[in-house]
T-cell receptor, first 118, second 111 residues
Framework: DGGITQSPKYLFRKEGQNVTLSCEQN?????MYWYRQDPGQGLRLIYY???????QKGDIAEGYSVSREKKESFPLTVTSAQKNPTAFYLC?????????????????FGAGTRLSVL | EDKVVQSPLSLVVHEGDTVTLNCSYE??????LLWYKQEKKAPTFLFML??SGIEKKSGRLSSILDKKELFSILNITATQTGDSAIYLC???????????WGAGTKLIIKP
């Protein structure tokens, strides 16, 4: 089954701790994205990557870091510098390459990770 | 500044009612508008609209775009409790593959 797998589903962070959220896709998509979702605020972009070994900051990158060493994987680290990390985190992917312009805009999502602070 | 605004932010109706959700946008070099449904977890893609006046339909859901007045509506007829979800709309940015997201409409269908 093709799709996007996020793990863990629930994560608890202690004060001063860094935690890493996993995102793996087997859709052969080039682009991957990390969003944060807070109640009533829609999706806010943290980081995105269009190719391996390259990524760009989104609107709320402070306190987060990412890597893109493999096409299938785009892990997100929530660092201790992120003072309000409690949220629902969603990973998504999309086609970039030779797909038609419309298809490139459609993002497909994982089931999310809910992060809370202890 | 590019923006996408959804209304209402929340809506409670009874099973069998018809609902209309709105999404208005101001985005440079508009190309398309996407609707997603989010139940508990992953948003799932519903429709992509690129042309004015052409209705997209999937069962009881339908959507239409008005590029002159810069909005789209999502209609759900004969609502069921399974339609309860957050409905999100998004518009691609002009310069890259990012999407600009609305805040979502939380729809609750009461039995």
């Amino acid at each position: 089954d093709g799709g996007i797998t996020q793990s863990p589903k629930y994560l608890f962070r202690k004060e001063g701790q860094n935690v890493t959220l996993s995102c793996e896709q087997n859709l052969n998509h080039d682009a991957m994205y990390w969003y944060r979702q807070d109640p009533g605020q829609g999706l806010r972009l943290i980081y995105y990557s269009q190719i391996v070994n390259d990524f760009q900051k989104g609107d709320i990158a402070e306190g987060y870091s990412v890597s893109r060493e493999k096409k299938e994987s785009f892990p997100l680290t929530v660092t201790s510098a992120q003072k309000n990390p409690t949220a629902f985190y969603l990973c998504a992917s999309s086609i970039v390459g030779l797909a038609g312009a419309g298809a490139k805009n459609i993002q497909y999502f994982g089931a999310g990770t809910r992060l809370s602070v202890l | 500044e590019d923006k996408v605004v959804q209304s209402p932010l929340s809506l409670v109706v009874h099973e069998g009612d018809t609902v209309t959700l709105n999404c208005s946008y101001e985005v440079t070099n508009f190309r398309s508008l996407l609707w997603y449904k989010q139940e508990k977890k992953a948003p799932t893609f519903l429709f992509m609209l690129t042309s004015s006046g052409i209705e997209k339909k999937s069962g009881r859901l339908s959507s239409i775009l008005d590029k002159k007045e810069l909005f789209s509506i999502l209609n759900i007829t004969a609502t069921q409790t399974g339609d309860s979800a957050i409905y999100l709309c998004a518009v691609p940015m002009d310069s890259n593959y990012q999407l600009i997201w609305g805040a979502g409409t939380k729809l609750i269908i009461k039995p």
